[in-house]
Each structure stands twice: as C-alpha cells, then as structure tokens.
C-alpha cells in the first residue's frame, strides 16, 4: 500500500485505500467513471495538502495530464502541468501574467482551483477557460465569467470532479524574466526553500493590510516552536516545517493549534488555515 507522505511536499500522511494516475483526459474520465460514487481526491503536486496520519479510505488520482501547446500570448495546458515551469517558460518567451508561478512548487489544476497567489498576481488574473471533468468523467468548459474567484478561493472548492486543461491569455512583456527573477530570489531568501512544507498555513487576516499571518505569528513569539518533528519555520513564520521528515499530521494540528491561540491571546485575531486538510474519511 503506497503512502500519501509519498506524494506530498510535506512528507506527511499514512495510506490511500487506492492510488491511480491519469496519463490523458480519457484516463482521467474513465477513472472518474469507474469510482463514482465512491470516495476519491484529485491531486496535483500535493504542494497544499495535509493527510491524515490515518490516511485516506478512498481512491487518490494523481493528476499527470502535463500537454503545453506552443507558447503564445493563448497557452493551452494540462493541468498536471508544473506551474512553476509554466511560469518560468511565459516569463522567458516575453509574457507577463504568470511570472508569480515560478516560485510555486503547484500544478496547473492545483494552482486553480487554490487560485494560488503572490507578488500581486494570482492564476486567475489570466485565465481563460477551464476544461473540467465532473464526478461522473462527463467534461464541461467553463469560461472564467462563469466562475468565482477569490483570495486563494476558486468555485471548484465547492464541485466534485477534476480540471483536466485551461487556457491562459498572456501579453507581451520584455522585463517578465527579469522581474520574475526578483521573485525568486525575494522567495529564497525569506521562504524555507528545501524544507518539506505545504507553503504557508494561514491566510492573511482580510482587511487588515497591516497584519501579515507572517508577522503576527512572529510577535506572539513563535518562531522556532516546536511540537514533535513539526516545526515553526525560523525563516518564515507562516510556514511549518518537517525537517527531519519526522512529523506527523497530529503533530502539526497540534502546533496549528497553539499558534492560533497565541496569536489570539497576543493580537485577537483568529486566524484561519489557508492549507487543504485532507481526513480519512468525511
Ligand atoms: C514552498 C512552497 C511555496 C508555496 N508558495 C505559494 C505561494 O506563493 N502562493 C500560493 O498561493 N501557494 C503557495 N504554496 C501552496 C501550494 O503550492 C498552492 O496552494 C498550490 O496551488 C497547490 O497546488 P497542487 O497542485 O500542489 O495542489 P494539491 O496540494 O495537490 O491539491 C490542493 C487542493 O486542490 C485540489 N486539486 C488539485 N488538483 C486538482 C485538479 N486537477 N482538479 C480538481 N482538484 C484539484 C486537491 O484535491 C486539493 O483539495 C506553496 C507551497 C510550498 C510547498
């Protein structure tokens, strides 16, 4: 039985019931077919992902649908593609829009349906279009005025099923690679690059631009802390760490859950996970 710590950046979580990978659209809907009604997860680079220690009683589809057509100002691409790459490559052929990408060890899919963000851009300002498999493998395409999307919000949050493929418009830009190459180096030097994480836990408190999660989880002292092999990263204070690739899943509810009591006991301000807690079962 294979283990999802396996498959997550985390190195966190105990066994799926079952794991399969979807090569093609047709894989992926017949694997959806073949599943419904039981219980499944489409994944992408478990870059966001905290499994249970328990693990998962239902099948995991790893999402390895990775086509890119030719670079151009409209990029269709799989959603098992990297974002990361797919950043870097616009940014280098002279298109903005996706430069933020570079830096986020996600998939396509994932980086939509997370709306995954930074540097003042996020993966629904270009979108197009979306290709999306619904739980019974029938494929729709939604266009973005179709959808919502919001600060790490996406309408997908709410529907079963899996983005297979999206579209991308993108403009010209001869200073993308350049100002993407600031990206990336602001990242690795104020990010615990490196270190198994699942990026940062929290959201920001909304509407209160003065309060990163960062900076509050700072001052109420907690940089460093830590419970088992989980710990408080000393570069970022709004990531967790598995340095050792020890931690559990218990250990870091449990550290989730005194930060957010200090913090509150510090700032009064609740904050809330950005993360996606996968449970054994719901
Ligand atoms: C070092 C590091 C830096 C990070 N930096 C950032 C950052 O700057 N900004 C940011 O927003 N995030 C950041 N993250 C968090 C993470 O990369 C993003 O949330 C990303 O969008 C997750 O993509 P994924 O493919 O890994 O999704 P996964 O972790 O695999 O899945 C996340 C959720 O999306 C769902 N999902 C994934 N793919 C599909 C699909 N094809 N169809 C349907 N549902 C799907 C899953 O079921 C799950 O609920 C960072 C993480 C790390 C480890």
Redesign the pocket.
């Known amino acids: 039985m294979r283990l999802l710590k396996e498959i997550s950046?985390f190195k966190i979580g105990g066994p799926a019931l079952s794991i399969a990978e979807a090569k093609t659209v047709a894989e992926m809907s017949s694997l959806l077919k073949e599943v419904y009604p039981r219980r499944m997860?489409?994944?992408?680079?478990?870059?966001?992902?905290l499994f249970s220690d328990q693990g998962f009683n239902g099948l995991v589809i790893l999402?390895k649908i990775d086509f890119i057509s030719s670079i151009k100002p409209i990029i269709t691409v799989g959603?098992?593609f990297s974002?990361a790459l797919l950043g870097s490559r616009t940014a280098r052929a002279g298109f903005t829009g996706l430069e933020?990408a570079a830096?986020?060890?996600?998939?396509v899919?994932?980086?939509i349906?997370?709306n995954?963000?930074?540097n003042g851009q996020e993966a629904a300002d270009t979108l197009i279009s979306v290709d999306f498999l619904n739980e019974k493998g029938e494929l729709f395409t939604f266009l973005k005025k179709d959808l919502d999307f919001s600060y790490?919000y996406s309408s997908?949050q709410g529907m079963k099923?899996?983005?297979?493929s999206a579209t991308f418009g993108l403009t010209k830009d001869p200073l993308a690679r350049e100002k993407q190459l600031k990206i990336i180096d602001y990242r690795q030097r104020t990010?615990p690059?490196g270190e198994p994480?699942?990026?940062?836990v929290f959201r920001n408190p909304i509407g209160d631009c003065c309060h990163s999660a960062a900076a509050l989880i700072d001052q109420a002292g907690l940089k460093e802390v830590a419970i088992g092999g989980a710990k408080v990263s000393e570069k970022h204070a709004n990531f967790i760490i598995n340095p050792k690739g020890l931690a559990t899943a218990s250990d870091v509810e449990a550290l989730i859950k005194i930060i957010k009591e200090k913090v509150f006991a510090h700032a009064g301000i609740l904050l809330e996970e950005e993360i996606?807690k996968?449970a054994f079962e719901s």
Not at 41 to 49: A, E, F, Q, R, Y
Not at 161 to 164: K, L, P, S
Not at 197 to 200: E, F, K, L, N, V
Request: glycine share 24%.
């Open positions: 950046t997860l489409v994944i992408g680079k478990g870059s966001n992902c999402n959603a098992g974002f933020f830096g986020i060890p996600a998939s899919g994932g980086g349906f997370m995954a963000g930074a790490r997908f099923g899996a983005i297979v990010q690059y994480s699942i990026g940062c996606r996968i």
